[in-house]
């Protein structure tokens, strides 16, 4: 079972040209669900059915996984059948007709501006540390890409005289995004002074560097954001992904086009970007209800 779900990742990154994270995440899902097999004692995918794909989600449920890792769950392990079915692996598709979890749409949590503001102030500029967090942070509220794209950033992608970025997104989708001018002056100011102490005279094409001189992890980022949203005292639980949300939320609501901010995010799908419409729709009313005298 190893060998075939090894034969579907090299399938979906060659043919479907999905990312890093993307084929992280199916393989995880395959090897848990392949793993459980094994405990019922499946040797061959050709023996499992309906029943271990339905007990395996259950088992999940009852583990108190969300409905939304269920979903995947599923979708990844459709997506797995429906290979081995059409390399004619298996004669048939126990995943057929396998209801989807539903999902309770959660608005995504965003800043307040004011929020936002005291997250960036937080980096001390007197060290190249500080400066390199700071770039971080302006660049990732200026554009609202993904941490991923964030970190996987090199040198070459970012044109300060012209005002722009470019980043691989997902399904390797290339798009260009305008910086603002505090990022850019920030993205220099990191590039020219603090960059080079942190290289330490090594090699590496990478934006972002951590203490060692090499490309900054996401785990890297998510302890810096953490850090600075403390110091700020940012009662929100926050993310790397909330500066994505209120990025998208504050552009909305000072009139940005629905598109145009569907472009910049990267979304396939413009249903997946409507949903900071309805954050936008929800904090005018928290605002009315607090603000006016009759409300």
């Not at 479907?16 to 040797?43: F, H, I, P």
């Not at 302006?138 to 890409?145: D, K, V």
Request: proline residues 3%; positive net charge; contains cysteine.
């Amino acid at each position: 079972m190893d060998l075939l779900i090894d034969q579907f990742i090299h399938y979906l990154a060659v043919e479907k040209g999905l990312a890093a994270n993307t084929l992280e995440s199916y393989q995880r899902d395959l090897l848990m669900y392949t793993a459980y097999l094994r405990e019922q004692g499946v040797v061959h995918i050709a023996e499992t059915n309906r029943a271990h794909i339905v007990g395996y989600l259950l088992m999940l449920k009852e583990k108190g996984r969300a409905t939304a890792t269920l979903s995947r769950n599923l979708a990844s392990i459709r997506a797995f059948y429906q290979f081995l079915v059409r390399d004619k692996y298996l004669d048939k598709d126990p995943s057929v007709h396998l209801e989807t979890p539903k999902i309770e749409k959660r608005l995504p949590k965003v800043l307040t501006i004011a929020e936002v503001e005291r997250l960036l102030e937080g980096p001390s500029l007197h060290e190249p540390a500080g400066v390199r967090d700071r770039a971080m942070l302006e660049l990732l509220y200026a554009t609202g890409i993904r941490v991923s794209e964030l970190v996987n950033l090199n040198l070459g992608d970012v044109n300060l005289e012209m005002g722009f970025l470019k980043c691989m997104g997902k399904g390797a989708k290339e798009r260009i995004i305008p910086l603002g001018k505090i990022a850019i002056e920030i993205v220099r100011r990191y590039i020219e002074t603090a960059r080079p102490r942190l290289l330490k005279g090594k090699s590496e094409h990478a934006l972002f560097l951590n203490h060692l001189g090499k490309r900054i992890s996401r785990q890297g980022f998510w302890k810096i954001i953490k850090k600075y949203a403390q110091m700020a005292n940012i009662r929100t639980e926050i993310t790397p992904h909330t500066l994505r949300h209120s990025f998208a939320t504050h552009l909305l609501e000072n009139g940005a086009d629905l598109r145009a901010v569907q472009e910049m995010l990267g979304h396939a799908d413009i249903s997946t970007t409507q949903i900071y419409t309805h954050v936008t729709r929800t904090r005018i009313k928290d605002v009315y209800a607090k603000t006016h005298p009759r409300a």
